[in-house]
């Protein structure tokens, strides 16, 4: 008797590995775990990096509290039920359930983008630095929203102790100690804080650098900084930065930094060889790419039960999708970390129901509040109302954030990190080496002449006089 062919599987295609990402995979994982184990479900995952970034430790992997391997979360470890990819997805066109992409192959096969079919999709590619036209900023400008720019930040950042230390030209030394951060958000000011702190103390092992010596300028275009956390916190996080000798300018913009001079827009020209840009983010390229509707901002415009609004089996969630706040009308939810990984979970629970025939729910939040570090045992909080500064902050703001970090292995990693670091003195090498490895090997071979065909061999056998 023949045998019936199987049916296939209902495709759920996860476009990213950030937090919306991995966190719906890992939930869908637990609420499918029938579906998975017989064959009637399977979950693809398409990110262009093998691992999802935990950014509220980016900071302090800048200043070397955190080793850049702990921020990290390896995804085929935790999507054990999965198939992940390893690569990028270039469009989709969605009325015919199709999604273009590339891997690290692709260009070794010549073959261009391969097609994925899939039944479900859950868009969350994220976002991406927002940047302005300004002159010299592509040229010299410095991310902060990857582990690979916070590792590359802090080995710049020591790398200018190194030369202010070695020249004897006081305009290269000025502008070697003199750092620009753009943007008074959580980035902005937790990455100054951090990094300040970590080359006031890394600047007493320089015999001529003094740690007065060092000027850092915080570059905001609005009013206050930290909007998050509130007016008074606001208002206490400039008091405690410029008692530390930093220089806050609110209402400010970068005019220009072409030849390694911040020129702002209150006249003044800073010489400086760092400027980190932090000025927000902006949603992925690729929504532009597909064929589903998106908001003003370009957004993907979702339903408050994350499915794409008018679009049925899409679903969108995170920075990439404008997803109306219902405890709040009118207006969108934030694109935070907070938000999105809260609606990674209503946003699998959702699809789970709709693949069991079950109506999905809306998401709603209730606020719990922000914290912010602003270097070693220094923060701010305004959590259930109560507003916390300094030493209980910070210690809320680690503890907050070791519960939320996924994964058992990284918590206990993190904690024996942060343990360690109390009990040593921190680390002040710069490996400035990791952003070109071969480097050193190129210049080697470089130097090498071409052998010459009708020479003798030079010496014998290796190991030989």
């Not at 992997?61 to 270039?90: D, K, M, Q, T, Y």
């Not at 997803?323 to 959702?350: F, I, M, S, W, Y």
């Not at 990190?417 to 921190?426: I, P």
Request: positive net charge; hydrophobic residues 40%.
């Amino acid at each position: 008797m023949p045998r019936t062919p199987s049916p296939e599987p209902a495709r759920i295609l996860v476009v990213g590995g950030g937090y919306v990402g991995m966190y719906t995979a890992l939930r869908l994982q637990k609420k499918l775990k029938p579906e998975l184990r017989s064959g009637a479900v399977e979950i693809v995952v398409v990110t262009p990096d093998p691992y999802m970034t935990y950014q509220p430790f980016l900071p302090e992997a800048a200043a070397g509290s955190i080793s850049p391997r702990h921020v990290v979360v390896p995804l085929r470890r935790v999507l054990g039920h999965c198939r992940v990819i390893v690569g990028e997805v270039v469009s989709v066109e969605h009325a015919k359930r199709t999604a273009m992409y590339t891997t690290l192959a692709s260009d070794e096969e010549g073959t261009g983008p391969a097609a994925l079919r899939y039944d479900e999709l859950v868009l969350a590619p994220g976002s991406i630095s927002r940047t302005l036209p300004i002159p010299g900023l592509a040229d010299h400008g410095i991310g902060f929203k990857t582990v690979e720019e916070a590792v590359g930040l802090r080995n710049h950042v020591v790398e200018q102790l190194d030369i202010a230390s070695s020249t004897r030209d006081p305009a290269v030394r000025d502008a070697a100690l003199t750092f620009v951060f753009v943007g008074g958000g959580y980035a902005g000011v937790e990455a100054l804080g951090e990094l300040e702190d970590m080359a006031r103390y890394a600047a007493k092992y320089y015999h001529n650098v003094k740690p007065e010596d060092l000027k850092w300028i915080l570059v905001e275009a609005a009013d206050r900084i930290l909007p998050e956390v509130g007016p008074e916190m606001g208002r206490y996080t400039i008091r405690e930065l410029r008692g530390r000798n930093i220089d806050v300018r609110l209402g400010t913009r970068l005019e220009s930094c072409e030849n390694r001079v911040a020129v702002l827009s209150d006249g003044s020209r800073l010489p400086t060889r760092t400027v980190v840009w932090t000025a927000g983010v902006r949603p992925s390229p690729l929504l532009a790419a597909t064929d589903l509707p998106l908001t003003d901002r370009g957004r993907l415009r979702c339903t408050p039960a994350l499915a794409v609004e008018g679009v049925p089996h899409a679903w969108g969630a995170g920075d990439a999708a404008g997803v109306p706040d219902v405890t709040a009308p009118g207006k969108e939810c934030a694109p935070n970390a907070q938000h999105a990984v809260r609606q990674a979970r209503t946003l699998a629970d959702n699809i789970a129901a709709s693949l069991h025939g079950r109506p999905p729910a809306d998401y709603r939040h209730a606020y719990v509040g922000s914290v912010a570090s602003l270097g070693l045992h220094k923060g701010v909080a305004h959590v259930y109302g109560r507003k916390v500064k300094g030493y209980p902050a910070w210690f809320m703001h680690r503890v907050y954030h070791l519960s939320r970090v996924p994964t058992a292995n990284r918590k206990a990693r993190v904690l024996t990190e942060w343990s360690l670091s109390g009990l040593f003195k921190r680390e002040i090498v710069s490996l400035g080496s990791l952003e070109r490895p071969r480097a050193e090997f190129e210049l080697a071979a470089g130097d090498v002449p071409p052998e010459d065909p009708s020479a003798p061999p030079r010496g014998g056998p290796r190991g030989a006089p």
